[in-house]
Structures are given as structure tokens and as C-alpha cells.
């Protein structure tokens, strides 16, 4: 299953590109959702790759060039991204997909803030 895009990968996702990082396959950062370190350590993760793994041990990058503790994500941070992906089958019509598009875009226009528009 390797580079299959579901949890039979072992380095899928925000917890798989952490699970990368904690291996020493991939380098000293990973681009990975704020929740990766906190699911994955201390216990609270059962995989016996990260029983060891403790939060204290990891930082985040901030814009600034500063690092500070997995806990102050809200104010470091290298970017915001969608938390999620939105997917439709490619069984549904063109034009159905199409109505979807566009009422994501209009809901957009109407409640993103402006550094998502």
C-alpha cells in the first residue's frame, strides 16, 4: 500500500508526515495540522511508534522566525489552510458538481473573512 492515499499508508496525513518526522525519515520539520503532536503523544496515541513521543519535545515555527510550544498555535503559525478537503464522487453530473462549486463560492463571498476570499 505504499503511497496509497488512506491509513494503510503509514505515512498518510498530518499523523503520518509526524510519524516521518519522529522517525528520522524525513527531515527536522513536517508541514502538519496543529492537532498532529497533541494526538500523537503522551500516551494518547497506542501505535507503538509513538508511545515514546512526548509534546514537550516538539516546537513550531512562527512567521517571525521565533519558535514557541506546541500550545500557542493560535498565534504561531506558518499559514492557515482549510482544515478539510471536500470531495464529490465522479458519478454525480457535471452539472450537479457545478451547482456545488458554485454555492461553496457564493457561501465563501458571504461568510469568509477576508484573508480566505
Not at 494503510?8 to 520539520?29: N, P, Q, W
Not at 510550544?69 to 464522487?89: D, F, G, N
Amino acid at each position: 500500500d505504499y503511497c496509497s492515499r488512506s491509513h494503510r499508508e503509514m505515512f498518510y496525513g498530518s499523523s503520518g508526515a509526524f510519524r516521518c518526522l519522529t522517525e528520522g525519515r524525513g527531515g527536522h520539520v513536517a508541514f502538519v495540522m496543529h492537532t498532529a503532536v497533541i494526538s500523537n503523544t503522551d500516551g494518547r496515541n497506542i501505535d507503538q511508534w509513538s508511545r515514546p513521543l512526548r509534546a514537550i519535545d516538539f516546537e513550531l515555527l512562527c512567521k517571525n522566525g521565533t519558535r514557541k510550544t506546541i500550545e500557542a498555535y493560535k498565534s504561531c503559525h506558518l499559514l492557515r489552510v482549510p482544515a478539510r478537503v471536500l470531495m464529490t464522487s465522479s458519478l454525480l453530473p457535471d452539472l450537479d458538481r457545478l451547482y456545488i462549486s458554485n454555492m461553496l463560492n457564493f457561501a465563501q463571498q458571504l461568510f469568509g473573512s477576508d484573508t480566505t476570499k
